[in-house]
Nanobody, 120 residues
């Protein structure tokens, strides 16, 4: 599975960005897809996830501002980010957790990351 993230860039505080992650390759099953981020000097953290059943989960810091969505037909997962602030500056990574085949366990697959910079 290959994940290609896009949509990062420079935005002013209070602005919006939309990240998109396109997946290619076949998976036996997908448990969840999501977005994580890593700010300079910090550990990677969960931003938002969406399960195969459509359940979503968000980091407290982004609740009410970010929305994760997926398009199963296009095999994409998007992250709409509104009311951005400087603390949202980070490299954002898309993630897919799933099984390559019946004989595999759930594995995390990562995209290459896309940089989001919020200027104050």
């Amino acid at each position: 599975v290959q994940l290609q993230a896009s949509g990062g860039g420079l935005v002013q505080a209070g602005g919006s960005l939309r990240l998109s992650c396109a997946a290619s390759g076949n998976m036996f099953s997908i448990s969840a897809r999501g977005w994580y981020r890593q700010a300079p000097g910090k550990q990677r953290e969960l931003v938002a996830t969406i399960t195969s059943g459509g359940d979503t989960d968000y980091a407290d810091s982004v609740k009410g501002r970010f929305t994760i969505s997926r398009d199963n037909a296009k095999n994409t997962v998007d992250l709409q980010m509104n009311s951005l602030n400087s603390e949202d500056t980070a490299v954002y990574y898309c993630n897919t957790r799933g099984r390559k085949s019946y004989f595999h366990y759930d594995t995390d697959y990562w995209g290459q990351g896309t940089l989001v910079t919020v200027s104050s």
